[in-house]
């Protein structure tokens, strides 16, 4: 059994595992957000804002007629129209486009669609529509060849604020029949090329007047905020776990203490010596003789080899070696902290006739060389005078 060590991790390993997660997650948690594109309220330069309806023509029997579209006001977009029956497909809405000169809106990295209506609305179902140019294939001056990604949104009496993942809005199969072509030919919708936004009605009821009054309509990144959580929860989970073992370590520490080894400062009065006594005032006093053998204390003191092995292992639980290392190297700690002796020079005063011996056996009982440990004290020393 060898006496228990010191921690000699030094306060810089600590320090360095406490605070680099902390950078970690304060470097990347800012990149999981973003500001939200906003359309409305808002103004864009480079964008127009207009209603349409499925055909020109309109003024005639049973057409689709919009009969009132207000974009001046700051709080609300307000759309009312009549669904006719003359056209097959019919449609109303409004859209914003981006105009011909103008940069391309960009929702890289947004992955939500956050829109809310006012109660006046009554439309019961919305498609939504955006429209992105794919390079090589779409055209300027013809926005059907502009990507089409949609989604029809049936609408819930009483509530007015719907999110929608932009994953869940996908290119029509009749857009990719339209232009003999798949997205396999033309590639991943580009997102930072977004053309027009439609808001359209969705239920084709006819001849019943309809409203669709839009208070607000945002895109944004949502997805960092999850991702922003867990790292949190990692975060708060493993300073936790750090201060946890901390405490452990120091309750650890406090319940063990090192094994003491008496010597050269044992008095013994009594001139009948116990052979206990003999052996550990020999070791005690003789620890420094680098012949020091079984044999040799054993013809020193007349009590056998064995007997003298028996005699530590009851007393310490250590063989004679462990025993005579342990004092050497406390002795050889004791000469490194308080002297300025070479180390080869304390190894021969503690008895050791060979340095690397040394070197090797004073590592084996405390975890570090002779050197680390006089520079670990001396560190300590000086902090306590700074102290």
Known sequence: MKPSVPDQKKPGIKLFIFIVPLLICSAVIPFQFKKSLVFFPAE??????????DTTGSEKANGTVITHFDTTSKTAIDLHYVIGSRNIYPYAGFQWIVQPGNPWLDLTGYDHLTFSLAQETTEDVLILILQFFTEGFSKMEDRMTWRVVSKELPL????STYTIPL?????PLWWYNQYKTTEK?????????LGMLSIEEGSDVVGVPKRICLKSLKFEKKQGYFVAEILLFFLIFYYALFFTILQIRKLLNKKSSPVVI?????????NQKSEEVKVFEFLGNGFSNSDL??????????ITGSKISTII???YNMSFRQY??????????????ETDLQISQIAYKVGYSNLTHFCRTFKDETQISPNSYRHDQNETAQAEIVG
Not at 44 to 53: P, R
Not at 167 to 171: E, G, I, P, Q, Y
Not at 185 to 193: A, F, I, Q, T
Not at 262 to 270: A, C, G, N, V
């Open 262 to 270: 008496p010597y050269q400062k044992l008095t013994i009065e009594s």
């Open 293 to 302: 053998s079984l044999s040799f204390i054993s013809n020193e003191i007349g």
């Open 185 to 193: 030919e033309l590639g991943p919708v580009d997102y930072s090329k």
């Open 44 to 53: 864009h330069k480079g964008l127009s804002l207009e209603a349409y309806l």
């Open 156 to 159: 819930i009496r009483g509530q």
């Open 167 to 171: 994953n869940d809005l996908v290119v």
């Open 324 to 337: 005579l290392n342990t004092i050497r190297i406390a002795e050889a700690k004791r000469l490194l902290q």
């Open 313 to 315: 292992k009851n007393r």
